[in-house]
């Protein structure tokens, strides 16, 4: 497809520089960091997680109080009764101030854009928008995110919350300095775009892009189910298939991983082959596959969405290719466990519904490659909507601007 190239890869465009909550010491912004990670957290738990000085520590807390980055809360759980008596200064806790900044996260499929805006501690604060995408060419885009930028600032002044301060913008492909897309297989886009420019020509406000999968894993491991795990690995399902994998909250950086070379892993040396030729491949956990497996089993063609409804009925044929497909995910798996070492996977995508019909079949997967000495893989389903995409994407935006 024409992506437009001729009119989109300029020189004259030229992206914002980012903006930051505030401008202190590193220490400062680390400080923060970690309390928008782990807050409410005590003061104390604070200054030994990060090694700091209970004075250092309270110097810098008091500034970031005075800037209206943070705030004090009670420790008590909310609606706890106050004890009669107390010894001592009460206890407190410290935390981003929830609704002192907005940010609004797109994510960009194939032929729809969604977007949601989220407050300082990442909770959405807006409405879900959607709008299909009729052209994908760069510029056309660039507007359809404009229109829901839009939907979701409105949202935010009917909540009386401040306008957004920036966007996240989450593509599936390779993204070169959070600002310029140089794949996107899923909108047919190949050469230097920079999309996060056109963005920002069309809102005014700073952008910046980054790789859907990578998002969803930042935002598990600082808000979601990551929080507390040193090894963090997701696995997505769907049109395709995704792996990424965070060390301490921070997606490992290799440049090819945008690739989808997970794809074809062998997973299962009777399956069937993929658009390539390989034979039993991670492919066969695609939706086009499974679709394509399953109209043989049953003999006439039909879509995934025609197996997604017979497998959730739990018609026989539909049960069997469930049990199939997630004894292969749980291979895949086992494969990411026995040489990745993370301490926790995160099964998501469109298709993470039929992980949730066959968790037995996953566990029997991974045992069957796993030393029966070794210890249990943990995994988590993520019900799969494309509100948390965008948001994982606005949160991207809010730790870039919080830390330094």
């Given amino acids: 497809m024409d992506t437009n190239l001729s009119r989109t890869d300029r020189t004259d465009l030229h992206v914002m520089e980012f903006p930051h909550w505030f401008h202190r010491s590193d220490h400062t912004h680390r400080v923060a960091a970690a309390i928008l990670k782990h807050g409410p957290i005590a003061r104390t738990t604070l200054a030994q997680d990060l090694g700091l000085s209970q004075g250092a520590l309270s110097r810098i807390t008091s500034d970031l109080i005075y800037d209206g980055v943070v705030e004090e809360s009670s420790t008590e759980p909310d609606g706890a009764a ?163 994998l965070a060390f301490h909250g921070t997606p490992i950086n290799y440049p090819d991983k945008t690739y989808g070379l997970a794809g074809h892993i062998l997973i299962d040396p009777d399956g069937p082959r993929c658009v390539s030729g390989h034979r039993g491949c991670a492919q066969c956990l695609t939706s086009d596959s499974i679709a394509e497996e399953y109209s043989q089993m049953i003999g006439k063609a039909v879509t995934f969405d025609d197996f997604g409804r017979d497998a959730r009925a739990g018609r026989a044929l539909a049960t069997r290719l469930v049990n199939r497909t997630c004894f292969r995910l749980g291979t895949l798996i086992a494969a990411i466990a026995n040489l990745a070492m993370p301490d926790k996977v995160m099964i998501a995508g469109e298709s993470a519904f039929i992980a949730r019909l066959g968790t037995d079949a996953i566990r029997d997967g991974i045992n069957n490659y796993r030393h029966n000495q070794s210890a249990p893989v943990i995994f988590e389903i993520i019900d799969h909507d494309w509100a948390l995409w965008a948001k994982a994407a606005a949160s991207r935006v809010l730790i870039r601007y919080i830390k330094r």
């Fill in 82 to 244: 106050e004890p009669r008596e107390r010894r001592g200064r009460p206890q407190t806790a410290l935390r981003i101030r929830q609704n002192a900044r907005t940010f609004v996260g797109v994510k960009i499929n194939a032929h729809l854009a969604t977007a949601v805006a989220i407050d300082a501690r990442s909770i959405i604060v807006s409405r879900p928008h959607s709008h299909a995408i009729a052209e994908q060419t760069p510029d056309v885009l660039a507007h359809t995110v404009a229109e829901l930028v839009t939907a979701c600032t409105a949202d935010l002044a009917d909540a009386h919350l401040p306008t957004p301060t920036a966007i996240g913008i989450a593509v599936g492909g390779h993204i070169v300095d959070d600002t310029i897309v140089t794949f996107a297989p899923f909108l047919h886009w190949e050469g230097r775009i920079p999309f996060a420019a056109l963005v920002e020509q069309a809102t005014g406000l700073p952008t910046r892009l980054y790789n859907d999968i990578d998002s969803l894993l930042v935002d598990a491991c600082w808000f979601g189910g990551g929080v507390g795990y040193d090894n963090f690995a997701i696995l997505t399902i769907g049109t395709g298939i995704g792996y990424s």
